[in-house]
């Protein structure tokens, strides 16, 4: 299994904001029942490479299919092979560090 985060960005588009196209990205991930959570910056996703690199050029033509003429896609994508990880794991383990520093 792999993490990609993956942050859609949508050009051009008149508006500062870009909420509603991260929405309409949001809304096809939960029709397509994957693992992944939203953040700030982007979007988490968990699967294996094949099915996130897919994914990734679906994501990435969301936008397009609302009108949008430009879309820049940034893809980070993190595979470790020796142990499962899960979403949400690394950043337990760190919050945990800093819990156990704290006393």
Known sequence: MAFMQITVLPMETGKTG?????ADIQELLRDKNVEYEINDMGTIINGTPSALFRLAEELHSCPFQHGVKRVITQIALDERRDKKQG???KKGTV???LTKRKR
């Open 87 to 89: 979403l949400g794991e």
């Open 18 to 22: 870009l909420s509603e196209y991260i």
């Open 95 to 97: 919050l945990s560090i």
